[in-house]
């Protein structure tokens, strides 16, 4: 199992790149993804992501989330526990159940604080 903290300097490092990810190529995405992907299932299999991108030099959001699964929550509240402030970022955990389907489908459902 990874160090909580290790993820967290990684993170630190990159966090410009992944700020501006959008900006990418396809293939320069897909590699940050895939390491983030490859650090959070080494701390724990089922640990997943959403990332929020900014809009008019706003933050940018990192959702942990274990999709439901409730062998999972923990780490996921541990992990998100220990974010450090990190600039231009907001950690936030879970994602905010909503009944709207529009609101999901654009991507505007808000995350548990």
Do not use: C
Not at 34 to 47: I, T
Not at 89 to 96: A, D, G
Not at 102 to 112: F, M, W
Request: charged share 25%; no cysteine; net charge positive.
């Amino acid at each position: 199992m990874a160090s909580l903290n290790a993820f967290w300097e990684w993170f630190y490092e990159y966090h410009e790149a992944f700020y501006y990810l959008k900006e990418f190529t396809l293939e320069e995405q897909a590699y940050y993804l895939n390491e983030l992907n490859a650090r959070l299932s080494s701390y724990h299999p089922d640990l997943t992501y959403v990332i929020g991108f900014p809009q008019k030099n706003k933050k940018a959001t990192l959702t942990l989330t274990a999709n439901g699964r409730k062998d999972a929550m923990l780490f996921v509240t541990q992990l998100a526990g220990l974010a450090p402030e990190i600039p231009k970022w907001k950690v936030t955990k879970f994602l905010q159940a909503r009944l709207d389907i529009k609101d999901i489908r654009k991507g505007r459902d808000s995350p548990y604080k």
